[in-house]
């Protein structure tokens, strides 16, 4: 795909690499044409430091044939390879292809070593230093970048350590978020709830379910308005792993606690989202790196 605006760009650059080229090609057969004229004392006539005078030499000819080659490479190089605006080249040649091509080949290559992986049971890989020192690897450099080198998160990234899992945590689901991603929605609830005041109610009745501070008679008063949110995260509030609504009676907070925090989340809603690793990791590799975050949960992470 080509990254111009429009066509004509790609008519000037290789236009103007072109010119280029050739003005220096043009430059050279000038420069080999023009016949030096010696003076007596063969010098430019140019003197530094008293004595020091400019020979008035031509330049070497296995000089100027250096230069020609280097014309020559140029023009032969643009016409292999992209260089010359939107034209790719008669080799095909791109860095995405070259990128395909490693990553393909490196996949190839590591395919023996996680064969035995592929059929072994998360809790055995788990227990496998081998496969875990595998895992710490995949994740660092697929997942670290979120949840953090010591998997714990932070504010809008789930700690993968605590057991507390919006869509489950069974090796299964597991593999199932890191192959296919997750998409997290809570629409905005305010016109559901009622007033602004209602909303500062539920916020503190959505508080007052994992014992967190909050304002006891307006979570009274926030009790019945709830059930605005009970079709996600339940009467009782313990959520739906199935939804991936999260359980508020546990005292974890993905975005931040306290009633302002809340009342946001509630007028505004969120949107969260974690990639699919399908295209980057093969199918073995992913059942390594979910054993290794299921270990994280289950006291068996490799140290």
Same mark, same amino acid.
């Given at each position: ?62 000089? @100027? ?67 875990? #020192? ?5 994740? @660092? ?89 009970? #079709? ?9 792993? #199935?939804?991936? #609504? ?27 989202? @974690? ?29």
């Amino acid at each position: 795909m080509s990254d111009f605006f429009n066509y004509f760009w790609s008519v000037y650059i290789a236009a103007v690499t072109l010119v280029g080229i050739l003005g220096c090609f043009l430059l050279l057969v000038l420069v080999a044409r023009k016949k030096v004229i010696p003076s007596t004392d063969n010098t430019t006539g140019h003197v530094w430091d008293e004595d020091l005078r400019e020979l008035n030499n031509p330049m070497p000819k296995w000089w @100027m044939g250096l230069f020609v080659i280097t014309v020559i490479f140029g023009l032969a190089y643009l016409a292999a390879y992209p260089g010359l605006g939107a034209f790719n080249g008669k080799l095909g040649w791109s860095q995405y292809g070259a990128y395909d091509k490693e990553m393909e080949k490196a996949k190839t290559d590591l395919e023996p070593m996680y064969a035995k992986f592929v059929s072994m049971p998360t809790e055995e890989m788990a227990k496998d230093p081998q496969a875990m #020192a595998i895992g710490e690897r995949l994740f @660092m450099n697929n997942c670290a970048q979120c949840h953090g080198s010591d998997a714990r998160g932070g504010k809008s990234f789930p700690n993968l350590t605590d057991g507390d899992w919006l869509h489950g945590g069974t090796p299964e689901k597991i593999k199932e978020t890191i192959t296919n991603g997750r998409i997290g929605v809570m629409p905005p609830m305010a016109a559901a709830v009622g007033t602004a005041d209602d909303v500062r109610n539920v916020a503190n009745y959505a508080l007052s379910l994992s014992g967190s501070p909050h304002d006891a008679v307006r979570a009274s008063l926030g009790k019945s308005k709830f059930v605005a949110c009970a #079709a996600c995260h339940g009467m009782d509030g313990k959520g739906n792993p #199935a939804l991936g #609504a999260p359980n508020l009676t546990d005292d974890i907070w993905l975005h931040g606690w306290g009633e302002a925090t809340i009342v946001n989340m509630i007028n505004n809603g969120k949107h969260n989202e @974690m990639p699919a690793q399908k295209d980057k990791l093969t199918e073995a590799q992913i059942a390594v790196l979910a054993s290794y975050v299921w270990s994280f949960s289950n006291g068996q992470a490799q140290k």
